[in-house]
């Protein structure tokens, strides 16, 4: 059995581990080409080249505040739609969600004299996270956001037997997700 994670991008994230998190793939995939629909369309094939049967899967949800609205849109959809195609059971992780799962908030510094994170800044805390909570580094901020949505897949899976071992941050993330699955 498989655990995937999904960060849909124009270097989209992608990263497989077992059931003992141990890597078995990991990926920044980017399609062909610059131009769309080719580059996009490529793209999806090569997310869904890489998948099982059998895999549970946890995608990033669509981002809020975003440049290339049109492209994340249509990049989205068609990995979702390509799953549905393929009877593939996904569960959908709100972006701040995959930052809550490893600790990062943000924000930095003391109660009161807080600063909030930038894009790169907010990238790199996530990234250190990942490497001080599961020892995973990557030089793709994609591929580490896929390794966590790959961790949160198999918390999904074994949650019934360890939820209660959970840091506190990463139970309410897997609740939120199970409640929305109504599961």
Not at 12 to 20: H, K, N, R, Y
Not at 90 to 111: C, I, L, M, S
Request: aromatic letters at 8%; glycine letters at 10%.
């Amino acid at each position: 059995m498989r655990f995937v994670g999904i960060d849909p991008s124009t270097k989209t994230g992608f990263v497989a581990i077992g059931e003992g998190g141990v890597v078995l793939r990991e990926k920044e995939l980017k399609g062909i080409g610059s131009q769309d629909p080719k580059r996009m369309v490529t793209l999806i094939d090569e997310v869904v080249a890489h998948l099982k049967p059998a895999d549970i899967i946890c995608i990033e949800g669509f981002p809020f505040d975003t440049q290339k609205a049109m492209f994340a849109g249509g990049l989205h959809h068609g990995i979702r739609n390509e799953l549905f195609k393929r009877n593939l059971i996904y569960h959908e992780v709100a972006p701040n969600a995959v930052k809550k799962f490893v600790g990062v908030t943000g924000w930095e510094g003391e109660k009161g004299s807080k600063k909030r994170l930038t894009g790169p800044q907010k990238k790199k805390a996530v990234m250190n996270a990942v490497e001080e909570q599961f020892q995973y580094a990557h030089k793709s901020d994609n591929v580490v956001d896929a390794y966590i949505l790959a961790q949160i897949a198999l918390h999904i899976h074994t949650a019934s037997q360890t939820f209660s071992l959970l840091p506190e941050n990463q139970a309410e993330v897997l609740q939120t997700i199970l409640k929305t699955k109504g599961a």
